[in-house]
């Protein structure tokens, strides 16, 4: 399966494989949607068992945190970059309510919206042809 909407090789072979998988659960828990100023939503977060929430723009990869950050210098390495992001935590029972509240209606209102197809993937032509 493949996701025409995925822009990145990543994104598409994590979409593709969680597909593979299971394709009823992957579409009852994956949305693509727009913001009310028709951009894609960039938080990223989840609450856990109810316990802890996290939130923030914070990508969890290298090609989107940059490369060349060193936690224990004072001084980074030459040519490092690095993008500003946030992550918050709440452990608040209040806070991670309402932010539960809020990745639901979230969700409801992507999956109000046009979605990806989700199409087979061409078999790989036999080797030698």
């Known amino acids: 399966m493949t996701?025409?909407?995925?822009?990145?090789?990543?994104?598409?072979?994590?979409l593709t494989s969680d597909m593979a998988q299971d394709a009823k659960g992957c579409a009852n828990d994956f949305a693509v949607g727009e913001s009310a100023t028709s951009q894609i939503s960039h938080t990223k977060g989840g609450?856990?068992?109810?316990i802890v929430a996290f939130e923030?723009?914070?990508?969890?990869?290298?090609?989107g945190e940059g490369t060349g950050i060193n936690l224990t210098a004072a001084?980074?390495?030459?040519?490092?970059?690095?993008q500003?992001?946030?992550?918050?935590?709440?452990?608040?029972?209040?806070?991670i309510a309402?932010?539960?509240?809020?990745?639901?209606?979230?969700?409801?209102?992507?999956?109000s919206q046009a979605q990806p197809s989700f199409t087979a993937a061409a078999a790989p032509a036999p080797s030698g042809s």
């Open 98 to 111: 309402k932010f539960a509240a809020r990745l639901d209606y979230e969700h409801a209102v992507a999956t």
């Open 3 to 14: 996701c025409p909407l995925a822009s990145g090789a990543h994104e598409k072979a994590i």
């Open 47 to 50: 609450v856990l068992d109810g």
């Open 84 to 95: 500003n992001n946030t992550l918050a935590v709440y452990v608040n029972t209040y806070e």
């Open 75 to 82: 001084k980074q390495t030459p040519g490092f970059k690095a």
């Open 56 to 63: 923030g723009s914070t990508n969890w990869s290298s090609s």
